[in-house]
């Protein structure tokens, strides 16, 4: 049997479950990357994680290339491009892991369809979450709303389901790919955008001893180091989630394990730091079973101040705070940092997103495509899921976490203190 196997979200040779079937299940494999054209003329994303994409793909093709095998790649709309790519490569089936954008969905269902009328299989896999949206349910089998119930759920059905993290597969002998040797593979400017430094690493290799690091280090004081941009208190993970270099299934079971290992590392700041990975696969969930998130509100909360109305005076102020010249120096600190490296810290997130909306009375909506269109690690669910938090859209929690808006006033009177 030969076999495509489609990598998008999960640019890694470890754990992937694609992957891992295709290779048990075929003779010959052939990998294969869309540059999706639609997609990347729109400029939803930017440089930053473009560029941060095209490093990963660069690893992913050295590796598959130590496993005697080249990663195919074409640029063009997804849907002809793989069933193309299916038919000319004679291929019997095609393997991907899911995704659970509503974009994504749609595509998936039509190819599914229209590879299953050519007769060829398809097999796809749960890979981006831990757990997917059906598989965390409340009492009454509807999703959660509120992240506490969730999180709860998510812990039993962990020690009711511990998922496995599988190791690099066992390529077959036969490979088919040489055929595509030829073929350069692009740059950012090839594909429209600006060649940017990268200021994180990216790639598998670069994914795990990250992971490393942060266990041996920050990790053990996370409960509190998280809460200071000013140092190097959180993973930066993030970028390496949102392109799949390495599982959430991996970081969990990391944890736990340095957890196991004793020594100075706490329980608190470990499930604390696991409590981000679950509040990652709660806004995945809360995407894949409301999608009209990421089109408008999740709750219309009574008595929250109208947004400024569209004029000159709006548009200058919208243009401010993009710009990072605000006045406000921990605002604008947070901004020319997003706008030259494509990070931004968790807690400076919150300040600038409160600020957007509660100081300057501009829509969420418009800061979070501004979001996208910078961040690394730019991701539907998590940016579309923190900016209605921040906007007060939804989501309670227990937590004993300052609320964006507590966390930005408290930024102020800081700053009022110094300055007075
Ligand atoms: C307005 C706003 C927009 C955001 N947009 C994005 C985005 O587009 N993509 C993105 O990945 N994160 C987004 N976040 C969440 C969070 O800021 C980043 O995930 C975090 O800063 C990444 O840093 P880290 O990897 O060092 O996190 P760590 O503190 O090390 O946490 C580990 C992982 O948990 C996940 N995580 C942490 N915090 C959150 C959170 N609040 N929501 C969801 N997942 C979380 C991330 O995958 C992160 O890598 C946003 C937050 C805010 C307030």
Not at 84 to 94: P, S
Not at 183 to 210: C, F, M
Not at 375 to 393: M, P
């Amino acid at each position: 049997m030969r076999g495509l196997v489609w990598f998008r979200r999960d640019l890694r040779l470890r754990d992937n479950p694609a992957l891992s079937a295709a290779c048990k299940e075929c003779r010959e494999i052939v990998p294969l990357f869309v540059f999706d054209e639609p997609l990347l003329r729109s400029h939803v994303f930017g440089s930053a994680c473009v560029g941060f994409m095209l490093g990963c793909l660069d690893e992913l093709r050295r590796s598959l290339a130590g496993h005697g095998l080249t990663l195919a790649w074409q640029t063009g709309e997804p849907i002809d491009t793989v069933l193309r790519m299916a038919r000319d490569l004679a291929v019997d089936a095609v393997y991907w892991n899911r995704d659970y954008e509503p974009v994504a969905l749609e595509r998936d269902r039509t190819i599914r369809q229209r590879l299953a009328q050519q007769g060829r299989t398809v097999r796809t896999f749960k890979d981006h979450v831990v757990f997917e949206a059906e598989e965390v349910l409340g009492q009454t089998g509807q999703p959660f709303q509120r992240y506490s119930a969730y999180r709860d759920r998510w812990w039993i059905k962990w020690r009711a389901a511990t998922p496995s993290v599988l190791p690099v597969p066992a390529f077959p002998s036969r490979h088919r790919g040489s055929v595509l040797d030829a073929v350069a593979w692009p740059s950012a400017t090839a594909l429209g955008y600006n060649p940017v430094p990268l200021w994180i690493e990216p790639g598998e290799q670069a994914a795990h001893a990250r992971l490393q690091w942060f266990l041996r280090g920050p990790v053990h004081e996370y409960v509190s180091g998280r809460n200071l941009p000013a140092i190097e208190g959180t993973s930066k993970l993030s970028p390496h989630l949102r392109f799949g270099t390495i599982s959430a299934r991996t970081l969990v079971h990391a944890a736990l394990g340095a957890l196991s290992k004793g020594g100075r590392v706490s329980r608190a700041d470990v499930f604390s730091w696991i409590d981000e990975l679950v509040w990652r696969e709660f806004f995945q969930q809360v995407l894949a079973a409301f999608p009209r998130v990421a089109e408008g509100p999740f709750k219309t909360k009574p008595g929250l101040p109208a947004p400024r109305p569209a004029g000159p005076d709006r548009n200058r102020l919208f243009a401010a705070w993009c710009q990072g010249q605000t006045g406000y120096p921990i605002v604008d600190a947070g901004m020319r940092q997003l706008n030259q490296t494509g990070w931004m810290h968790n807690r400076m997130r919150m300040v600038v997103a409160s600020f957007l909306v509660k100081d300057l009375r501009i829509d969420w909506q418009s800061g979070e495509r501004h979001f996208m269109q910078q961040l690394v690690d730019g991701d539907l669910a998590a940016n579309n899921g923190n900016w209605q938090w921040c906007a007060s859209r939804r989501f309670r929690a227990k937590s004993s976490i300052p609320r964006a808006s507590t966390f930005a006033a408290m930024c102020r009177n800081w700053l009022t203190c110094r300055r007075n």
